[in-house]
């Protein structure tokens, strides 16, 4: 479809004819059968709430149609209006705009649909088995027009996917303000989204999914490899020799996708499990994970055969990963480091899939036999975590990589708890990222380019690694780790090939680094060395963005970890320091109801204007993180804080006053 075609369709909207009905195609990853959740009356509910985007005239054709997705897929798709035209991310100047703003964010949400990056693009997933950008294609097709056609005047207001509208605003204002999920507290059940997201009413947003941030897997590739690259230097196995460790874990769809490239990269032989054939093998022909065995013993002879070789190398076992843990403790393998990066968040709806069971027969019975279904899935976790303990007690370094596998493991009854009644492994924040990173007010900072040239993604690299060197040759030796990590990242980043649809690029960054890569961004778009502007984000997994008491704000002690105030402000925050969207979440990794989170996307395009708000914005939009976790006494933050007091006279923050111990132990 040429260009202006393509436009026209966008202008279009909802059409007023309808379109063809579209054939079901087998060949792409599908999001699995929800589970039979409503009852009569909500099911006409349903479709009178999927309906009311379309004149009366079509609702003889749509009604029945609409009501059989009902039936077949316990969701509402709407998918006779997909679009003919391919999502991807073009460049900006292709979508009809009157505000560039509005253009970027098109571009932005378009990647997170795209075939090549979306887990289940038809049905708007884009990844973690339910993540959503929007809830139908209706939706999908308004949003859009509403983008093409508002100006730097109007705000568009995103309510879990539906579109509310255009209201009056300013250009210093967000272009869109996005809310996904934000229920009353007390309805946020596993089976409360599941009735309210079949009712058409909310939506489950993830964190850059509903946030139009998603960058592909190279996202969480860095993350997992900073991860990674810290826990091998923290632990070493009892019976470790030397040479390349072995990192074992499971989960190859979505952003779990990432964790053989990562494991390449931090110079470890990894082993993934993967249940889905066409996550395993779409990871293979992408080239993230360097080959795929179907039988548990021969990938463990593979791994050790690397291992002996002394050289990192990335295996997916399609099989299920009770097997591979069970296989692995029975014949007492060395295993250095092992996680879980399986979708356990959702477990009932296709986030986690039982041993025993057959990749269909199990999406078979989650819909057909939940309460079946339910139990196989806790005696699983029951069963992976006695495997998983038996291989700890030899010496292996276990972290929960923040997918609420511990939290779900212990509510199926396993052996995850300790004397003391809390967890028996970390989470990867309380020993990682935590104090290595985010208390320090280093994440995971991110940025495209909207001309989706790859030379000026060439350009960006050179410019971000120029500006940590800057930094480096005078930082603190506090942060200077965590610098030289992100400096060898960005350098070799051209050279991993981490680019899945938007010409996008990750590194992590405290506020300093965040400003000065920013700046210099905004300077060279001035100077026309950039074709085009440039989007800046981040994921929700930062220093501010996100409270999760198991896993973002684990390394929080001082009973604040279950408050969301840190998150809350930081999208109000944003939204009036210059953000161009801003994004608030109910549940994302961990699962819904279990964490608040929020995300921001701003668009540089060269003023001075931008230069102005990217300095107010980007400063509060890490330091809100580092006061909060500076008050929970975390002397990282606490540095980190007083730093930046230093740096900025306007910056005054409470700092705490530390308690003798022994004085509150002689009072109780």
Request: charged share 20%; aromatic share 10%.
């Amino acid at each position: 479809m040429d260009i202006q075609a393509f436009q026209k369709a966008v202008l279009q909207g909802i059409p007023d004819q309808l379109p063809d009905p579209k054939p079901f195609d087998p060949s792409v990853n599908h999001a699995p059968k929800r589970k039979d959740i409503l009852s009569t009356e909500e099911k006409k509910l349903a479709l009178s709430n999927a309906l009311r985007y379309f004149p009366q005239k079509h609702h003889a054709v749509l009604a029945p149609e609409f009501a059989d997705e009902l039936r077949r897929y316990g969701r509402i798709y709407m998918y006779r209006f997909r679009p003919d035209y391919k999502i991807y991310a073009r460049d900006i100047e292709s979508y009809p705009y009157r505000s560039k703003q509005a253009a970027a964010i098109m571009l932005m949400l378009s990647n997170n649909l795209d075939d090549a990056v979306a887990q289940h693009p038809r049905e708007l997933i884009t990844y973690g088995g339910n993540g959503a950008v929007f809830q139908n294609w209706a939706q999908y097709l308004l949003t859009m027009q509403y983008l093409a056609t508002m100006t730097d005047e109007q705000t568009l207001v995103l309510y879990s996917g539906h579109p509310m509208g255009l209201f009056p605003s300013h250009p210093g204002a967000p272009r869109v303000v996005v809310t996904n999920g934000m229920v009353i507290p007390n309805y946020s059940k596993p089976d409360d989204w599941e009735r309210m997201n079949a009712l058409g009413v909310s939506q489950y947003g993830q964190m850059t999914a509903g946030s139009f941030m998603y960058i592909g897997p190279q996202g969480i590739v860095h993350g997992t490899t900073i991860t990674v690259l810290n826990a091998s230097r923290m632990k070493q196995h009892p019976n470790y020799k030397g040479g390349i460790k072995l990192f074992v874990t499971s989960g190859l769809g979505g952003m779990s996708g990432a964790q053989p490239k990562a494991g390449n990269i931090a110079g470890v032989v990894s082993i993934t499990a993967e249940i889905n054939p066409k996550a395993a093998w779409k990871r293979h022909s992408q080239g993230w994970v360097d080959e795929v065995i179907d039988d548990a013993g021969k990938a463990i002879d593979a791994a050790l055969e690397w291992q002996q070789k002394n050289q990192p190398h990335s295996i997916a076992y399609l099989g299920n990963i009770v097997d591979l843990w069970e296989r692995l403790a029975e014949k007492e393998i060395n295993v250095d480091m092992g996680s879980d990066q399986t979708s356990l968040h959702n477990p009932w709806a296709g986030g986690y899939y039982p041993a025993g069971l057959g990749y269909e027969e199990a999406n078979i019975m989650m819909a057909e036999n939940p309460a079946q279904f339910r139990e196989l899935v806790k005696t699983s976790l029951r069963r992976q975590v006695d495997a998983i303990n038996k291989l700890t007690a030899r010496g292996m370094y276990f972290f929960d990589y923040g997918n609420a596998f511990l939290l779900e493991s212990s509510r199926a009854g396993a052996d995850i708890m300790n004397s003391e009644g809390t967890f028996r492994y970390p989470s990867y924040v309380q020993d990682i990222m935590g104090p290595m990173c985010f208390d320090y007010g280093f994440g995971p900072f991110r940025w495209v380019c909207t001309s989706s040239d790859p030379a000026d993604l060439e350009t960006t690299d050179r410019l971000a690694c120029e500006v940590l060197e800057q930094i480096a040759a005078t930082a603190p030796d506090e942060i200077r780790q965590q610098l030289s990590d992100n400096i060898h990242w960005i350098r070799e980043a051209g050279n991993n090939k981490m680019v899945v649809g938007s010409q996008a690029r990750i590194l992590y960054a405290d506020a300093q680094g965040r400003i000065e890569i920013a700046s210099a961004f905004n300077k060279a778009i001035r100077e026309g060395k950039l074709k085009g502007p440039v989007v800046l984000g981040r994921d929700h997994h930062d220093v501010s963005g996100t409270d999760s008491p198991f896993r973002e704000t684990s390394n929080i002690y001082d009973g604040s970890a279950f408050t969301a105030d840190m998150a809350i402000q930081n999208v109000i925050g944003d939204s009036f320091r210059g953000a161009t969207w801003v994004s608030i979440h109910n549940g994302g990794g961990v699962g819904w109801g279990e964490v608040i989170n929020g995300g921001f996307g701003m668009l540089l395009d060269g003023s001075p204007e931008a230069d102005n708000r990217l300095r107010m914005m980007l400063h509060w939009d890490v330091n809100n993180g580092i006061a909060r976790r500076s008050w929970a006494r975390n002397k990282e933050a606490v540095f980190a804080i007083k730093r930046a007091m230093a740096a900025e006279p306007r910056l005054k923050v409470t700092l705490p006053n530390l308690t003798d111990p022994s004085l509150l132990d002689s009072l109780f």
